[in-house]
Structure formats: structure tokens, C-alpha cells
């Protein structure tokens, strides 16, 4: 009988745990998908602002 609840408790505790890891590993995902996103936009900024520097100093010339 305790072995029985013993291993009941094992296989909630089991079920319980990948519960958590699959959460974790979607919230992972989102989260560098997200980042991602960000580095891209941060780099497309980046790009412009220098073709608006030399822009900028050509009309210094």
C-alpha cells in the first residue's frame, strides 16, 4: 500500500515536472523570439542613422 502511494506521488510529481519544463521552454522561445526581433530592429536603426550621418556630413562639405 505505501509503495502504491509512493509511486503515485512519483508519477505526479513526474507529470508535474514536465509540466513546468514544457512552460519554461515555451516562455525560453517567446523570450528569444522577442529578443530576436529586438537585435533586428536595433540593427536596422543602427543602419540608418549612419546613412543619415553621412548624409549629414556631406551637407557639411
Known amino acids: 500500500m505505501v509503495a502504491e502511494v509512493q509511486k503515485a506521488?512519483?508519477?505526479?510529481n513526474e507529470r508535474d515536472h514536465e509540466k513546468i519544463i514544457t512552460h519554461v521552454d515555451n516562455k525560453i522561445g517567446l523570450h528569444s523570439i522577442i529578443v530576436s526581433a529586438d537585435v533586428r530592429g536595433f540593427?536596422?536603426?543602427q543602419k540608418t542613422l549612419e546613412k543619415e550621418v553621412i548624409g549629414i556630413k556631406r551637407k557639411m562639405r
Not at 506521488?9 to 505526479?12: D, F, G, I, S
Open 43 to 45: 540593427e536596422e536603426n
Open 9 to 12: 506521488y512519483m508519477e505526479q
